[in-house]
């Protein structure tokens, strides 16, 4: 089964693939709630990252992993605006 989410992961890899690790390349998926901002959960390549995860990722100006430069700015993530308040 291939979400348009997955797609748009598929894309954002496949643009930003110049170089770096399998870390720095992830697309970071951020789900969070739409109305309030309320961090929901994140994954990126298909593992679980925990918020605190995700505020050190996005606070990295390089990889650890590798030593890429990250510039946060560009960084892939996708935001998706998930649970709209039980409607
Ligand atoms: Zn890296």
Redesign the pocket.
């Given at each position: 089964m291939t979400t348009s989410l997955q797609r748009r992961v598929r894309r954002l890899e496949e643009v930003s693939g110049d170089g770096?690790?399998?870390?720095?390349?992830g697309v970071l998926v951020l789900a969070s709630n739409a109305i309030t901002g309320e961090f929901h959960s994140a994954t990126c390549n298909g593992e679980l990252l925990s918020e605190e995860e995700v505020r050190e990722r996005q606070a990295e100006t390089s990889?650890p992993?590798?030593?890429?430069k990250l510039d946060s700015g560009e960084a892939p993530v996708i935001k998706v605006g998930g649970l709209r308040g039980g409607t």
């Open positions: 770096g690790c399998e870390r720095c390349r990889c992993r590798c030593g890429r």
